[in-house]
Structures are given as C-alpha cells and as structure tokens.
C-alpha cells in the first residue's frame, strides 16, 4: 500500500492534496480502491456542488459493491476527472494522479487539521 506524504487523509478513505490559492484535489486512498475491487462506475459531483466534510459526495460502483465517497473537506467544486466516466478503473491504477475526483476551492482550510497524515493512517488501518 502507498500512502504519500505530501498528502492528507480523512477516516472514510479519502485523500486531500493541498494546492495553491486555497484549492484542493480529492482521491480514493490507495487503501479504499483496494478494498473496491475494479471499479466499474464513478458518481461524480456537479461543478459549482457545495461539498460539506463528512457528507456523501458522490459513489463508486466496483464488482463486489457500491460504496459512497465521503467528502473530507467542505468546498465548491472547481472541476471533475470527467477521465473517470470512460476509465474509472483509473482510481484501481493511479489512485494519487489519474484517478483524482475532484477539485474543490476550500470553505475552511483549518478542517485540514481534523485529517490524518499518512502514518496516522496508515497505523489506523492496522
């Protein structure tokens, strides 16, 4: 399993990659698309969708099941992986660069410190 550093991680196996000006990209964590199976279906937002952390933002449709993505932060959705409608088994091969979900412009950066880092996760799934 590959937990990168340079990110965040919140309890429901989502990853959140601090950009600049506020922004955020979200993934599955190498751990969650594991877990999936091949996925076979993403239920992605809308851009402009308020994301609020903890609540569902979307769903993955995998062989074994349907699983809901939780948000890890709240933000208004900047763009989509519009990549995932026709390869969503991106999220199996590249969960930390093809496979990415979403984008998001933050509502509140200081709901970063509620998430883990990738030791604390990678200790929580043991």
């Not at 340079?6 to 877990?35: C, F, I, N, P």
């Amino acid at each position: 399993m590959d937990f990168p550093d340079d990110l965040k991680y919140h309890a429901e196996h989502m990853w959140v990659r601090l950009e600049e000006g506020g922004e955020a990209t979200l993934g599955v964590s190498d751990y969650a698309q594991d877990q999936l199976g091949t996925v076979i279906y993403v239920d992605l937002p809308e851009v402009e969708q308020e994301l609020s952390m903890g609540e569902e933002l979307g769903a993955v449709e995998s062989a074994k099941s349907v699983s809901d993505l939780i948000s890890p932060v709240s933000g208004a959705v900047l763009e989509v992986n519009q990549r995932l409608e026709d390869t969503p088994d991106l999220i199996n091969l590249e969960p930390y660069i093809g496979g990415w979900i979403v984008r998001v412009k933050l509502a509140d950066p200081e709901e970063l410190d509620e998430l883990y880092d990738a030791g604390k996760y990678e200790a929580k799934l043991d």
